[in-house]
Structure formats: structure tokens, C-alpha cells
């Protein structure tokens, strides 16, 4: 697909360390490699990766504020005018164009910006409904999904799903095309499990954990959505165990005052899968957000993962590696006790190595990157040479094409 021109947009890039945002950013340079011309365009609210990161990939920081998650810990960042502009102009030198969630503002403009220009846009939605456990937080989300996503997914070109989960909320669509499920890949050069006991020690020893005490990692963001009121009444009540955070954001598990919980805020990559790899557990109560990237990461890691059975049932294959739960972001106490009581099954079972290797091998086969971003290709390769049959139909007008990229 050499000269294809393709803008992504979300609203924060990489740098701001949540799924939608890593997700994006792979994606983006799976096609690159690919041979496309791919713009990311994201909030300046995080930091852009390297501007030679990618020679095909080139990114653009858009003026925002981010004060929606400093006051109130929700992701959701303000572009300034200029940023409106900005993504305009690249909706109309683009191509085509890929959205990650349409919710966002950034989204919302490239969403508006690829119908007004006739561009192919395709809608990548990562989650649907997020039950905060503030009633009116619950109510705007719900409204928002109504009366804002719904339209922009109906009015698609195509729309991806990453989740059976998030396809079963949004059913009912009357969208323009088959929705598609793809799901996101995992970096197994990255993420792989530990070859021999001595690894895990020794990733013990390089993170400051004990060698001889049972592990639970929690990775994400510290956020409401993702539990923490359950990991911290789980922390409490097994002084025994070690819980080992990775992530950032405002209810900051230092607070606790709990000498059982490590807190790792600045691991990534390498540093993060070497966490995995000291682990026994990944411990994941979260609501709202599909089939999370930290569950398959820890996956190919060989770990084995409890978590909500919302978040289990987003990949239906993948059911006899996940430990579920029911999770009640009403009731975390009594939430706590049932992940307890399945975080005791899944320790007293232990875990040598061959568990481990299975469940990694589940993981490489199931969600490579590769096999996502080659099917992602073939829908742009599809809208693209619809658009041009289109345009040869209606208008003598030159339009783009995947061999000469307009």
C-alpha cells in the first residue's frame, strides 16, 4: 500500500500510558511498515513518541488542556481552536482516516472533518459504557454513548470493534458496513514469559520484590474504573501477599500506608514485562473498557489473571486462561471477597512452568499485531478502492489510490 496518506487520531498519545493510546501507537507503525504515510495526531496533554521513531510515521501534537483529569481523574482533554484547525487540514490532506473511540473531541473533528471531505473513516471503538459509581458521571456517560457515539458509528465508513464486549453494548446499530472485530495484538519480543526460575528472581531482585512471597500485580491507571477500591480492600486483607502496582493517576495506592504494596509509576516496555515476568497473578477489577492490553500482555507473560467477567467475556476463546469474577462497582467490599476467594485458588494451584508456557502460547497465537494490522489494511484497501470507483461513477474529479497515493 505504498503513498496511501492515512491520519490517526486520539486523544492522548502514547506517553500518557493508557490502552486506547498504546493500542493506537502500534497500530500506527504496523502500517507504516506496511508502506503507508501515516500522521498521528494526538493532544500535546502526553507527550509525542520521537519524531523519527518511524521513518513513515510523522506526529502531530495538538494545544489542549488536560484539567478534566487533573480535577476529577477522567481522561478527556480540551483541544484548544487551533487544534480544531489543524486537524482539519490533515483530515483534508489525508486519505483516509482511523478514529480511536468517538467520544473524544479530537474525534469528533477528524469524525466530522473525513464527512465533510468525503474521506474513508474508519471508527476503531475501544469501550462502551463506564458505571462510575457517581450517578451523574454514569448518567453523561450513558447519554454521551446515545446520542454521540451511536450516530458516529451508524455514520462510519467502518467500524472496528476490539472486544466482543463492546460489540455486544453497541448492539443494534444500523451501521453503514458489517461491524468488524479485531482484536489488538501483543508485542511477544517484548512480552514472553521467564525462561527458567532464575529469570523470575532475577527480575524480583532488579524491581526490590521478595523472592520467596507470592505476587500480585495490578497495571494501569489509578482510576476509579479500574478497581481500585477493590485492590485496596484486597491488599488489606492479605498482609501475606505482595501487590505490586504499575500505573499512575489520581488514587494513588502509596496513600494506603500498606507495607504489603509496591507502587511502579514509571515502567514501560521491557521494564514493565520484567514485572510480569516476577509475578504470580494479574489481579484486574475493572469495569467498562473491553478487553484491556494489560490482560494480554501478562497473558504472553504466561501469568495467570483474574478478572470481572465483563472483561472475560470480551474474548469468549479465552475463557479457559482467565480466572472471572463478578464485579460490582457498587460494592466493593463484597467485590474484594470474591476476587480474594479466586486469587486463593489460583495461588494454591501454583504455577510451574509449563502452565506458563501454555498460556503464552495462547496469547502469540490469538492477538498478533501483524495479522491485526494486516486486516486493518484490507478494509482501508477496500474503502479506498470503493471511494475511487465512486468518484470514476459520479465525477471526473482525481481522487487518491493505493498505488499512487494521489
Partial sequence: MPGVKLLIVT????????????????????????????????????????????????????AASNIAERSIGIPFPLPAPSSFARIWREVRGADAVHV???????????????????????????????????????????IANRIVVRPVLAWSDQVVFISESTARYFAGLK??????????????????????????????????????????????????????AVLERLARARPDLTFAFAGWGPLDPRAWRLTNVHVFDALAGPTLAALYRAGDTLVLPSTGEGFPLVVQEALACGLKVVCGDETAAADPEASRVLT???????????????????LAVCLAAGSDAAARLARAKFAAERYSWPRAAARHAEILVHLLARRNGDARAGSSERTPSLQNGG
Wanted: proline share 10%; glycine share 8%.
Fill in 324 to 342: 472471572s469474577v463478578v464485579i460490582d462497582a457498587g460494592n466493593p467490599a463484597a467485590t474484594a471477597a470474591r476476587c480474594e476467594r479466586a
Fill in 175 to 228: 451501521p453503514r458496513a458489517k461491524p468488524e472485530l479485531i482484536f489488538n495484538g501483543v508485542d511477544t519480543g517484548v512480552f514472553y514469559p521467564p525462561r527458567d526460575c532464575q529469570e523470575i528472581v532475577a527480575a524480583r531482585h532488579q524491581l526490590a520484590l521478595p523472592a520467596d512471597e507470592p505476587i500480585v500485580l495490578f497495571v494501569g491507571r489509578f482510576v476509579e474504573k479500574k478497581g481500585l
Fill in 11 to 62: 486523544h492522548f498519545f502514547e506517553g500518557h500510558r493508557g490502552g486506547i493510546e498504546i493500542v493506537a501507537g502500534r497500530l500506527a507503525r504496523e502500517l507504516a511498515r506496511a508502506g503507508l504515510d501515516v500522521t498521528w495526531a494526538a493532544t500535546d496533554a502526553a507527550p509525542p513518541p520521537p519524531a523519527d521513531a518511524e521513518p513513515r510515521l510523522r506526529v502531530i501534537p495538538l
Fill in 100 to 142: 480511536h473511540d468517538g467520544l473524544y473531541l479530537t474525534s469528533l473533528a477528524a469524525f466530522a472533518a473525513a464527512r465533510w471531505f468525503g474521506k474513508p473513516v474508519v471508527v476503531i471503538q475501544h469501550i462502551g459504557a463506564v458505571p462510575y459509581r457517581n450517578p451523574i458521571l454514569r448518567w453523561m456517560m450513558r
